[in-house]
């Protein structure tokens, strides 16, 4: 009441004094001020005490400093107190009318009929209106984050918290304020397919300046790439289709964003699992009990999370070939990085050959050849729901391996857990697998070594001999151009077939050993079904051997001339000097060659390497083939021994052809450019005399034989004055 007298009494000594000035002219801001000047002006209304004081300095520097009280203030009698029975609110459209008007009009602000949310002056103020345009961008920011918090007090002090509020506090000048996100007039709820924050329109919102703007990229650590990544996840992709698609606040929050690198951010570390979990519940659930997520719990921060597997901005499918956990890569580049890692196994006491292991296994070398249908880590291990093998509930437990194996073999049993799962075929290592391995190499070492060191000698006297012919350092020896019969049409065929059947087991069985090799690269990128025609051709080709095995089995116990031919290509004492005399030949201490059979030491220990490795490779062969019969009978033990001495004895085998083979029937001086008996059947004269003289002489005296017999006819028939029989 006290405060009314004093309106009143204030409002009447004024008007006394200065009516005549009012009357005289129009009411002025001065005018106005003169009273409103007036700290003790005061009003009441509905029984509460409203100030009517204006501080003249503030309203000089508003952006309203310019004009006249009675524009916005309208309808008010100077000569009257009060000047209206009734304040009228202050209308901004009469001059503000226009784009931001109509954006307000359709605001969450504008709230429904005569009463709004939030007025102009709630966020504006009612004479201390700043001039936007007078500001610099940060006091701007600054501004309208105070002015907001009056109202969202709350969301405010999350925001102040943010990435985003520290960097408007700090004044960065890129940094977003409340207005860069939700707009200034047309404030509208998230709801609000319209509103700049509808999941609709959020993430192009945010790439304006995390990938648009160079100043904030230059600020933050992802790259551009990086960021933009997401438009072609799965989350992405999948935004443009369903509404519920996980989008930017899903994951990094919506007012209380913080740096990844922090631990209470929603993407950092610890934090991860629980912010895939509001998605995807079941998984956070299985991911929690794994050893994974358990070693999380723990502080073990060098252990994988959702991220650190699926990708952060650039999740994808696992169906996606380009996913990192899409079947085919899956093993070498999620597991491996940390299961390979010298650091990471030594610092946990892990095994670090566990990679290795499958990559050197035939599940491993069908993955890097391309196949997504062999098992990979997941396969078996599992996915989110990873164990040790010591948990009854891992599925790699003694209790549930036979099970898991089971998915892709069928009818397994308990043998096939009997045996490493990771085996590594190294030399040195203390297991039977390991030491077939060393065995092996020592055996293709000397083998092929031995082999290589007496052509390379070979080589040389052959060659020297050739040369001093050549320049008449050497008598020449000249021969008739007869030819001798080596190899029979039957024998020719069979040596066909088995050339084509080894050179393919060769090829194929190589590609899916070395799948990253240039040349079978080469054929992979023929055709994405190389690798299934691959399987395909290996095992026909084995089965091709195997049947020309049989028959030459059948030929040489059956046929005349393979029983000779057998016959000629057992071993006997003297290929042992014929060797050791060859060689003192060919070191050059020994004056003359030995004379060599139809067979010398050099066929028959090819021939029965090739009878062994036959058996050898067509017996493993059929092991590996049949895995799900065998792995039942033999254990997963013996069946990788099996796998092994396949490995190795393709490579003796394949050596052998090339270093002793070839070389005798392509690279030796005197056969070369070839041997033609495997095409022609026959040698000439000059060839049986260079390498089989005691053949050639032996058929030589069989003619004079038959040429003494026939004289010896011949003579007996004039004797007795019959006529010759004619040749037949």
């Known amino acids: 009441m006290k405060s009314a007298v004093n309106m009143v009494l204030s409002g009447y000594w004024t008007l006394v004094v200065f009516f005549p000035f009012f009357s005289a002219q129009a009411q002025s801001s001065e005018d106005c001020l003169t009273c409103h000047s007036e700290k003790s002006l005061t009003t009441e209304k509905r029984g509460k005490e409203i100030s009517l004081y204006v501080e003249g300095k503030v ?20 000569n009257a107190i009060p000047h209206t029975p009734r304040a009228k609110t202050v209308d901004c459209s009469s001059c503000h009318a226009g784009e931001l008007t109509d954006a307000y009009e359709g605001s969450i602000h504008r709230g429904t009929g005569n009463v709004a949310a939030a007025s102009c002056v709630d966020c504006h103020s009612y004479h201390a209106v700043q001039r936007i345009s007078e500001q610099d961008s940060v006091r701007h920011q600054q501004m309208a984050d105070a002015m907001c918090a009056t109202c969202h007090g709350d969301i405010h002090k999350e925001y102040s918290l943010s990435g985003h509020g520290r960097a408007v506090a700090n004044g960065i000048a890129v940094a977003p304020s409340c207005v860069d996100c ?119 921060m060098a252990s994988p999370t959702c991220t650190d597997c699926h990708g952060e901005h650039n999740i994808l499918s696992p169906k996606d070939p380009r996913s ?161 019969l080596r190899m029979s049409l039957n024998e020719r065929f069979q040596h066909g077939t088995l050339l084509i059947s080894f050179m393919t087991l060769v090829v194929t069985g190589f590609m899916l050993k070395f799948p990253d090799a240039w040349w079978v690269v080469t054929l992979r990128n023929l055709s994405p079904l190389v690798f299934d025609l691959r399987g395909i051709v290996h095992r026909v080709a084995g089965v091709v051997l195997i049947v020309a095995s049989l028959y030459h089995i059948y030929y040489v116990l059956v046929v005349p001339r393979g029983k000779q031919l057998l016959r000629d290509l057992l071993p006997v004492r003297q290929d042992l000097r014929d060797m050791v005399n060859v060689v003192r030949f060919n070191l050059g201490l020994r004056s003359e060659k030995p004379l060599l059979g139809r067979f010398s030491y050099i066929e028959k220990s090819e021939y029965w390497a090739l009878v062994w490795g036959t058996a050898v490779m067509g017996a493993t062969g059929i092991i590996l083939w049949f895995d799900n019969t065998f792995l039942g009978l033999l254990t997963k033990l013996w069946w990788d021994v099996s796998r092994t001495v396949h490995y190795y ?37 000059e060839e049986m005399e260079e390498e089989h003289p005691l053949e050639l002489q032996k058929i030589h005296e069989q003619e004079k034989m038959i040429e003494e017999a026939e004289e010896v006819e011949r003579s007996t028939l004039v004797e007795r004055g019959e006529p010759e029989r004619s040749a037949t």
Not at 226 to 247: K, L, M, T
Not at 424 to 452: D, H, R
Not at 666 to 677: E, G, R, T, V
């Open 649 to 685: 004895e393709a490579w003796l085998a394949t050596l052998a052809i090339i270093v002793w083979h070839f070389y005798f029937v392509i690279f030796n001086p005197d056969s070369y450019p070839m041997n033609l008996a495997w095409w022609k059947g026959t040698l000439t004269e």
């Open 59 to 78: 309203l000089e520097r508003s952006a309203h400093g310019d004009l006249e009280c009675i524009l916005c203030h309208e309808g008010y009698d100077p």
């Open 182 to 300: 939700h707009g200034a007039h047309g404030v509208l709820p998230a709801l609000d397919e319209r509103a700049q924050t509808s999941r609709k329109k959020e993430i192009a919102l945010c790439l304006a300046c995390h990938q648009d703007k160079p100043e904030v990229r230059a600020i933050i650590g992802p790259s551009a790439g990086f960021i933009s990544s997401y438009e072609s996840s799965v989350h992405g992709q999948a935004s443009n289709d369903r509404v519920g698609a996980a989008v930017c606040t899903d994951c990094h929050g919506s007012h209380a964003i913080i740096k990844g690198s922090e631990p209470s951010s929603a993407v950092g570390k610890l934090n991860v699992a629980s912010t895939c979990g509001e998605c995807h519940q079941d998984i956070n659930e299985q991911f929690s009990g794994s050893i994974h997520g358990w070693a999380l719990t723990k502080g073990v």
């Open 324 to 484: 990192p956990v899409a079947p085919a890569n899956v093993s070498a580049q999620v597991c491996s990085p940390c299961h390979a890692s010298v650091k990471l196994t030594a610092k946990y006491g892990l095994a670090s050959d566990r990679f290795q292991s499958f990559e050197d296994s035939f599940h491993g070398l069908a993955t890097r050849a391309g196949s997504v249908e062999v098992a990979n880590c997941a396969s078996c291990h599992g996915v989110h729901d990873i164990k040790p093998s010591s948990d009854p509930a891992s599925r790699i437990s003694p209790e549930n391996i036979v099970k898991t194996c089971g998915k892709c073999h069928p009818g397994a049993n308990q043998n096939f857990a009997r045996g490493s799962v990771h085996v590594v075929t190294k030399p040195g290592q203390e297991n039977i697998i390991s030491f077939v391995a060393g065995a092996y190499v020592l055996l293709i070492v000397v083998t092929i070594g031995g082999m290589f060191l007496h052509n390379i000698i070979d080589f040389y006297r052959k060659s020297k001999r050739k040369l001093m012919r050549r320049r008449g350092l050497l008598a020449q020896h000249h021969v008739s151009h007869r030819l001798y």
